[in-house]
């Protein structure tokens, strides 16, 4: 698993990479709230750890900006203060967790494994983009009166396209995140793709993924509500 960290006290963010490093958790680490939107927006990240007190944008204002525009990625606040407000509007703005400076190493790491073990278990029941709506408990798709039934497989890579539209998703990317290593046979993302596709296509949707040269890339088209 990738997370993303951004604080800037440098030595506390390099710190942080090192022990994730020790726990098996690979890690991107920028110093400022800025730099750490335009990771978020390039990369897909199964994590984030923002420290609240950051130049060019602070943790909440970034942490706010991420949701407003869909991005639903797990996010633990770092904050040296300890004002019981701080710690409010952070949940509030869709902050998973929150953790204190100082902090046991020990704590963080069971603090972020408990964040993503709540996010795999918990998936929104419908998700919309454009003019399409997934429905994760019905396993459909619908847009209007016209709908179709997915395979559980088609709701896994429909979900993860959506939560990540306008980034290049690797077909290595896609085998380690939807397959064990057992099931998989080779082709099966390009496989799954065209069947979501063709989906996609029957029921008249904005939505539409197509394959790059720098992987898959789910988009949605313009002048279509």
Known sequence: MKLLIADDEK?????????????????????????????????????MILDIMMPKMDGIQLLTRL???GDVTPILLLTAKSEVSDRIQGL?????????????KGELIARIQAMLRRHTIYEAESIR??????NTEQLEIANGSSSLRLSGKEV??????????DKYLSANYLKERLWDSKEYQEGM???YIGYVKNKLQAIGSNIEITKT?????LTEREGSL
């Not at 963010?13 to 920028?30: C, E, K, P, R, T």
Request: charged share 25%; glycine share 8%; aromatic share 12%.
């Open 189 to 191: 993302e390009l496989l």
């Open 92 to 104: 509030n703005q869709g902050a998973d967790d929150y953790l204190s400076k100082p902090f046991d």
């Open 11 to 47: 030595d506390i963010a390099d710190a942080i990479g090192i022990i994730l490093q020790y726990s098996n958790f690979d890690s991107d680490i920028v110093y400022d709230g800025e730099s750490a939107y335009n990771m978020a927006k390039q990369n897909i990240y199964d994590g």
């Open 129 to 134: 983009l454009g003019n399409t709506i997934l």
């Open 67 to 69: 949701r407003e525009e």
């Open 156 to 165: 896994e890579i429909l979900t993860l396209f959506m939560h990540s539209k």
């Open 213 to 217: 040269s720098d992987g898959f890339l």
